[in-house]
């Protein structure tokens, strides 16, 4: 595997070992001490699945009391998917990365605790798939709104289909944040 940072070093951009022959192919999506090695220490307790039609946009989410590290890979279709840091205290506070991850390319983003999560299917149907280092706490949901101006995200849609509570979040200068 190779970890690759990316503009946001404590995003990480990986790209597994794949091997590929005649009749199909293998390749590892999670090894504990190759990540460990790579500086992803946290143990994963919980696998997402979502499915979503093409132009979908989810997100911007996060838990603030019971934050989620995720581990996202596509393994149908292709996601634009993005992450925030929403840490006031960090340098890149407010910045984003954003990397293409589909079925094809088989790379994985980590994304850490402390970043706003979000993702466009590109596809007419993606699934994806991603591990969390937390379990889901309702009461602990947040989210912010996924086209605030002041971060800027470009997203690769004009006319996304976003959920009602979606577009209700809150811009990031009115969104409870982490310290």
Known sequence: MKFIPTEIPDVILIKPD???????YFMETYHETKFRKAGITPSFVQDNH???VKNVIRGLHYQLRHPQGKLVRVVSGRIFDVAVDIRKSSKFFGRWVGVVLSAENRHQLYIPEGFAHGYCSLSDITEVVYKCTDVYHPESDRGIFWNDPVIG??????SPVVSPK???LPLLS???IFD
Do not use: L, N, T, Y
């Open 18 to 24: 794949v091997f590929e022959d005649q009749r199909g």
């Open 50 to 52: 979502a499915v979503s």
């Open 153 to 158: 995200i470009d997203w690769p849609v004009k």
């Open 166 to 168: 979606d577009r209700d």
């Open 174 to 176: 009115a969104a409870e």
